[in-house]
Each structure stands twice: as structure tokens, then as C-alpha cells.
């Protein structure tokens, strides 16, 4: 906990001088709040006692001058306070951002969309709060706490030990409830975290919901799900309500032994009636700060378990990062080396690549083809570093990539995937996602290669047309052009086209690929196939089954291999084209 206190400090390190800018006003406004009762005293022993109408009007007048400054101070330390904390939370917020974005896509399988979701919004909203709040009434309470007691004692010390006696027995019930709070705060966030990734999961598989009409079942999930979180939020609930009477009785008790005791020392002349009313002022001016802190220290303790949170993401280290020496390659030629490559994902035991070696020389297009499962997407993604083998090599160019920077590494890999992933921007932001200085000319040019500038040259408002804006579909073919324009206009030395042209018809596809060829020429290209006559032109095709590449050859090498598995496919692949024609 004590580690979760300095980490949040050295957050405020930027901020430090209006802090202590802050905490002095602070200082201040309790000095105000300190000074208020002592008033009383002078009221009742030097204007009324002695009937000093002089003292009466200049107490008047200094008790709306102390409230006036008071105010002002107060607004400055508020203000300065609610500066810091909503810096402090921003910083962390970007930093859990960036954080988050360097991991590598293992991190984003092992913490769901919602979990993370609520990490940042939830998670830094309860810091923000308690620390704009909280910690200002816990600071000045504490503060005025202190000043209260040396003025107690100044009064009368023996009045003074017998109220303190009671004291232990509140901090003693605050500190028990303080546990309990925080146990069941965790709860509630841990609940209201669930309820986030189910919404999120439910909410992006809609169409899934709606085709198999499971919504009675979904809705029992979540019902059931959200049924959890309102019971932790009951359970705090009911530890918050019994709080207030028990404290409430505590400070009755403290203001009940204050008159017995203190009304027979005034009788035994050991005090003035001016020293008991200011006590007893004292003591009202510090039951609602005891009561508090007891709140905010579970305030407090909430905040700790969320930075604990925010905290336990910002130290997983990436498990794939640049290497401190990384190397910026600027140019590549685009050759393409896998030496004996075995791998298998993080926490499974089975290896889905296994030796895997092969070279594409610059300019070449290869072909992957095999059965679904084989591995063909995995080999993509280690070129592209989203995950290490746990041996042999990858190399670009000569380049063991993990020696690279991926950032340089990537510059020069032009990606289609599998899954089409776009934003919710204009057509042209989507196609010069990579390329931040791209001309319109260089977008119209990347969408023509793709045979995506006539779609989109149609559309009222062109390039400027926002996906996912009301009354905007895009099919599965035309977002696949989009997508595929977006590695265009990168120019890459490298294009990794993953299934690229599955959506597409036979008349777009072969457009395209007349379109590819083009743009292919001088760049090494990765094509991932299950559709074998989109690749019949290619340099040269591997047949990947299980892991291992089985046949390897240009189309007619492999065709001409009596029983080959390449050439069974293709050949099925025909017969079932010839019947879908009929
Ligand atoms: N992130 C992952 N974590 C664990 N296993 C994975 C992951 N991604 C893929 N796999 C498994 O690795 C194997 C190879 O997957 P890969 O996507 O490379 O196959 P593929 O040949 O591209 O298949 P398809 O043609 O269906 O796209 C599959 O058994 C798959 O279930």
C-alpha cells in the first residue's frame, strides 16, 4: 500500500509548486476555522460579561472578515486542487493509454475490452474524485484537528484528556469499518467490471444475438451478472448507513462528558463560562472532520484499490519490445528469411509452427495455401513481430527482426488482414491511416489500385463519406478494398495480404488482382490463400499443413505432382466452381 502512496507522489512531482501552493491555503483556512470559537470566548468573558459594547461590534465585523477570507481562500485551494488532481488523473490516463497500445495481442486476449474500459474510465474517475475531494476535507480536517487540540489544551488540559478518552474508541471503530469498506468497494468494482465486459461483448456480437434469437439467454446473463453488483453495492450500502449512527453516538457521548465535566470545573472557578462555551464550540467544530475522516479514509482506501488496479496494468512489462540497441532500418530490399521456426502461442502446450524454413528473395510473391488451422495467419503475424517464435529465426533483409525496431520494421510491411477492421472516420482517413502526410492524390491513387475508387467516387459525399455514420453501409467486399488501399498508400516493400481478396466477387477479384500485379512488381508479397486460382501467378506456393510446409513449387510444378495436395485442391476447388456456375 505504502508503494501504491509514493507512486501516486511522484505523479504530483510536475505539480508540486501549486501544491504547496494549495496545502498553504489550506493551512490557512483552518487556521480561520481554528480561530472562529475562540471568539465565544471572547464574546461571552470580555463584551458581554463585562458589558464592552466596543468588543461586541469589532467581534461582529472580524466574524464576517474572517468568513469573507475564508472563502476566498477556500475557492483558491479548491480550484488549485481540483487543477492538480484532474492533471495528475489526465497523465495517468495517457500513460495507461500508451502503456496499453505497446502490449503486445497476447495482453489484449488475457484482459477483456470491458476490464480494460473500466481500468480507464472507472478506475482514474474514482482517483479523480477521491483526490479532488476527499483528500482537500481529509488534509483541512486534519489540520484543524490539530489546532483544535493545542487550543483545547491551552483552555483546560484535564477537560481536555477526559474528551480524548473517547477519542481511541472512534478511531478504533473508523479503522474497523475503513477494512470493511474497502473489501466491499473492491467487490463493487470488480462487480461493475464484469457488468462492462459482458455489455461490451453483448453489444459487439448483436448480430450474432439477433441471428440465433438468443436474447432471453443473454438477458439472463446479464441479469444475473448485474443481480451480483447490486448486491456488492447493497452491502456497502448497509456498512455506510450503520457508520453514521455509531459515529453519531460516539460524538454525542464526547458532548455529554464535556458538559458534565466541564460544568463542575466552571462551578469549582477552574474555568471561565467564556472557556467552557469555546470547548464546547471546539469540540462541535470537530465531530463532523472526526466523522469525515472516517469516510474519506475509506474513500481513501477505494482509491488505493483503484490505483492498485491502474497500477497492476502499468507494471506488465510488453512481453515484445524494441531492443535497447534496436536497429532503424530506413531502407529494405524485402528479403524474407524463416530459419527452422517453431512456435506455439503463449500459455498452449501444442506448437503450431514446427521448423518452419524458407526464403522469398526481393520482389517475389509467394503463396501460402492449406487447410484452415494450418498456420498460414500466424506465419504473418511473426513477420510482423505481433509474437516471437520460441526458436530459430525470422529475418528481413539479413535482419533478425527481433533486432529491428518495430516501428522501422513495420514502416516497410504493407498489412490486409483477415478481420477488416476500420474506423469510425472518413473514407479518406481510413486509407491514409499509415501515411500522414498522403495527398488526395496518393489516396485516389492507392483506392484506384484497389479498385475501391469507383464505390466511392459514387457516393454523395466521396471520400469524405464517414463510415458507420447513419444510413452509410459499406459490404463486406468494398470494406475489404478500403482496407486494402490502406496498405497500398503505404508503399511498402513488403505487402502480407491475409485472405485479402475473400470478399471480393470474381469480376472485382480479378480486376484487383490485374490491379495488384502492378503494384506488386519490385515488392516481396505474402499472399495467404484458401481460393487457389487467385494465386496461380505467384513465384511460388507453399502448401502448409499442421504446422509444416508439405509441397512447395509455382502452380504448374505442383499440379504436375500426381496426387499432390496442392493439385487435389485445386482440382476440387474447380468441380465445386463449375457446380456453383451451373
Ligand atoms: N492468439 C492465439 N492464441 C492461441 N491459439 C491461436 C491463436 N491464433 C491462432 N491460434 C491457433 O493456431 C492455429 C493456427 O492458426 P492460424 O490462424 O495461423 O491458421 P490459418 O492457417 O491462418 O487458418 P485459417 O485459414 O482458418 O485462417 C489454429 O489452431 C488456431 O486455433
Known sequence: MKDIYFRLLKYLKPYVKYFVLALFFMCLVSAIMVAIPWTLKVLIDSALIKKNAFILNILALSMIGLYIIKGILSFC???????????????????????????????????????????????????????????????LDTLTLIGVVCFIFYIDWKLTMATIFILPLAFLAVQKFGRRLKSVSYRIQERSADVFAVLQEILSSIKI????????????????INRESVKAVLKAGRLNSIYTPVMELLGAMGIAAVFWYGGYRVINGHMTIGDLMAFIGYIGIITTPVRRMGSNLGNIQQAMAAAH??????????????????????EIKGMIEFENVWFKYPDDEEYILKGLS???????????????????????????????????????????????????LRRHLGLVPQDIILFNTTISENISYGKNDATTEDIIWAAKISNAHDFIDKMEKGYDTVLGERGVRFSGGERQRISIARAVIKNP??????????????????????????????????????????????????????????????????????????????????????????
Open 309 to 330: 488496479r491502474i497500477f497492476s496494468v502499468l507494471d506488465i512489462e510488453p512481453s515484445i519490445k524494441d531492443k535497447e540497441d534496436a536497429i532503424e532500418i530506413q
Open 77 to 139: 485551494q479548491n480550484y488549485l486542487m481540483i487543477y492538480i488532481t484532474n492533471s495528475v488523473i489526465s497523465d495517468i490516463r495517457e500513460q495507461f493509454f500508451t502503456h496499453m497500445q505497446l502490449m503486445p495481442l497476447e495482453f489484449f486476449k488475457k484482459h477483456s475490452t470491458g476490464e480494460l474500459m473500466s481500468r480507464l474510465t472507472n478506475d482514474t474517475f474514482i482517483l479523480q474524485q477521491v483526490f479532488s475531494t476527499g483528500l482537500v476535507s481529509l488534509v
Open 358 to 408: 524458407f526464403r522469398i528473395m526481393p520482389g517475389q510473391v509467394f503463396a501460402i495455401v492449406g487447410p484452415s488451422g494450418a498456420g498460414k495467419t500466424t506465419i504473418i503475424d511473426l513477420i510482423m513481430r505481433f509474437y516471437d517464435p520460441q526458436s530459430g529465426s525470422i529475418k528481413i533483409d539479413g535482419y533478425d527482426v527481433r533486432d529491428l525496431s518495430m516501428r522501422s
Open 493 to 582: 516493400k513488403i505487402f502480407l495480404l491475409d485472405e485479402a481478396t475473400s470478399n471480393l466477387d470474381a469480376s472485382s477479384e480479378s480486376q484487383f488482382q490485374e490491379a495488384l500485379k502492378r503494384v506488386l512488381k519490385g515488392r516481396t508479397t505474402i499472399i495467404v490463400a484458401h481460393r487457389l486460382s487467385t494465386v496461380i501467378f505467384a513465384d511460388k506456393i507453399l502448401y502448409l499443413e499442421n504446422g509444416k510446409i508439405v509441397e512447395e513449387g509455382t502452380h504448374s510444378e505442383l499440379m504436375s505432382k500426381e496426387n499432390g495436395k496442392y493439385r487435389m485442391l485445386f482440382e476440387l476447388q474447380t468441380k465445386e466452381n463449375m457446380f456453383a456456375s451451373l
Open 209 to 224: 444475438v439477433h441471428g440465433f434469437a438468443t436474447y432471453e439467454k443473454e438477458s439472463e446473463r446479464f441479469k444475473k
